[in-house]
């Protein structure tokens, strides 16, 4: 099992950055595939991007391709959200998440939530107009 605290959460204005990050501990970092994803409020939770364990391969959502930048540090048990020229739209809870599955994965997996067992108990991100 692995334990998933997010951090760097806050208000920002539109057009500003913040980077978030989610750090690991519990079984071995570099075994999990790592996700963000976000709730806004009255809507569901939405995959946002997603790392794989080398940290090689990375998937976005098409709203935020462009603007946020995943990344993962496995010397630091740490996985990062890069999140730039914020726009009101991106308000929400932004969770981090965690999959140790193995074996050949079609990308799709990646963009469920069902695909990861571990979650963390987000951070909340405003972005005023």
């Known amino acids: 099992q692995v334990q998933l605290v997010e951090s760097g959460g806050g208000l920002v204005q539109a057009g500003d950055s913040l980077r978030l990050s989610c750090a690991a501990s519990?079984?071995?970092?570099?075994?999990?595939?790592m996700g963000w994803f976000r709730q806004a409020p009255g809507k569901e939770r939405e995959f946002v991007a997603a790392?794989?364990?080398?940290?090689?391969?990375?998937y976005y959502a098409s709203s935020v391709k462009g603007r946020f930048t995943i990344s993962r540090d496995n010397a630091k048990n740490t996985v990062y959200l890069q999140m730039n020229n914020l726009t009101p739209e991106d308000t929400a809870v932004y969770y981090c998440?965690?999959?140790?599955?193995?074996?050949?994965?079609?990308?799709?997996?990646?963009?469920?939530?069902?695909?990861?067992?571990?979650w963390g108990q987000g951070t909340q991100v405003v972005v005023s107009s």
């Open positions: 790392v794989l364990r080398s940290g090689g391969i990375t």
């Open positions: 998440a965690a999959s140790g599955s193995s074996g050949f994965l079609n990308s799709n997996f990646y963009f469920r939530q069902t695909s990861y067992p571990y």
């Open positions: 519990g079984r071995t970092f570099n075994n999990y595939h």
